[in-house]
């Protein structure tokens, strides 16, 4: 059985920083595509970054363009979201998401939550102002 598990979600200042990773396991393989997603309280679950088994990564919102940065380590199991200069507008709970072997191994890591077959529980992030 397939699990993802997030950590480090915690409440930081305006202008501070949280690296979040997500570890995977029971997956037989790599997969193709990892991604972060966040959902703040009524609004609809946005892709954050992808990265794909090759380490070609995707930043998609332009909110946060230049302020994180996705990586993962070199078993490809477990990847990281790196959050500078955080604000308010960034406090939502952080899930992390992978694409199944039916994705194939040349998929794009799109920004499709269609695309992610396992997800994480997801780890807390508050921005205070």
């Known amino acids: 059985q397939v699990h993802l598990v997030e950590s480090g979600g915690d409440a930081v200042q305006t202008g501070g920083s949280l690296r979040l990773s997500c570890a995977v396991s029971?997956?037989?393989?790599?997969?193709?595509?990892m991604a972060w997603f966040r959902q703040s309280p009524g609004k609809a679950r946005e892709a954050v970054a992808s990265i794909t088994s090759g380490g070609g990564s995707t930043v998609f919102p332009d909110s946060v363009k230049g302020r994180f940065t996705i990586s993962q380590d070199n078993t490809k199991k477990t990847v990281h979201l790196e959050m500078n200069t955080l604000s308010p507008e960034d406090t939502a709970l952080y899930y992390c998401a992978a694409t199944g072997p039916d994705w194939g191994a040349f998929g794009y890591c799109s920004r499709a939550r269609s695309q992610y077959t396992y997800w994480g529980q997801g780890t807390q992030v508050t921005v205070a102002s």
């Open positions: 029971g997956y037989i393989g790599i997969p193709r595509c």
